[in-house]
T-cell receptor
Framework: AQSVSQHNHHVILSEAASLELGCNYSYGGTVNLFWYVQYPGQHLQLLLKYFSGDPLVKGIKGFEAEFIKSKFSFNLRKPSVQWSDTAEYFCAVNGDDKIIFGKGTRLHILP | ETGVTQSPTHLIKTRGQQVTLRCSSQSGHNTVSWYQQALGQGPQFIFQYYREEENGRGNFPPRFSGLQFPNYSSELNVNALELDDSALYLC???????????????FGAGSRLTVL
């Protein structure tokens, strides 16, 4: 069975700090990987996705994520966060017959 | 293009009752997935419908059932409600051709169910 683990439940950073949110998955076969974001008062929306090819994928708003197959990881990064990045971030994996989400990381950016 | 719309937005039920939640998928999307999001948790996969048939299910009991209609809209039905069913129920549509193609989800705002 597939599973997703997000290491940080709550992260607080100052503006311009660098961000890395950890995500590890468990699945033995080929996977598709995603990061979704939920801004305050808004729907869940796709931030970026990995299907195949270059393991470094870029998403909206300057976010990127790197798929490291040997570590079963898909960490999310941003070199310099902004106050508007305050949101909840969910890592997700699609391996077998369903898309599984992690528990989420609540990111709070201090102005 | 219209997004995913869900109704009702909020509802309160008592234990043992039944509830039906509705979802209209995004235009052009033929696959609908339902998720349960409890407070402080990530969305948990309930099931997925493609061309009016269930083609994937998570670890939810049979009292959670669904339908998809020819226009790709969908319903989630929950019978014999329990207190632990209190959660935000999210509907998501995707343009997939089936489970492996149903990759990029467009979410609705959710229906918040409170069971007393």
């Amino acid at each position: 069975a597939q599973s997703v683990s997000q290491h940080n439940h709550h992260v607080i950073l100052s503006e311009a700090a660098s961000l890395e949110l950890g995500c590890n998955y468990s699945y033995g076969g080929t996977v598709n990987l995603f990061w979704y974001v939920q801004y305050p008062g808004q729907h869940l929306q796709l931030l970026l996705k990995y299907f195949s090819g270059d393991p470094l994928v870029k998403g909206i708003k300057g976010f990127e994520a790197e798929f490291i197959k040997s570590k079963f990881s898909f960490n999310l990064r941003k070199p310099s966060v902004q106050w508007s990045d305050t949101a909840e971030y969910f890592c997700a994996v699609n391996g077998d017959d369903k898309i599984i989400f992690g528990k989420g990381t609540r990111l709070h950016i201090l102005p | 293009e219209t997004g995913v719309t869900q109704s009702p937005t909020h509802l309160i039920k008592t234990r043992g009752q039944q509830v039906t939640l509705r979802c209209s998928s995004q235009s052009g999307h033929n696959t609908v997935s339902w998720y349960q999001q409890a407070l402080g948790q990530g969305p948990q996969f309930i099931f997925q419908y493609y061309r009016e048939e269930e083609n994937g299910r998570g670890n939810f009991p049979p009292r959670f059932s669904g339908l998809q209609f020819p226009n790709y809209s969908s319903e989630l039905n929950v019978n014999a409600l329990e207190l632990d069913d209190s959660a935000l129920y999210l509907c998501a549509s995707s343009p997939g051709q089936g489970i492996q193609g149903a990759n990029v989800l467009t979410f609705g705002a959710g229906s918040r169910l409170t069971v007393l």
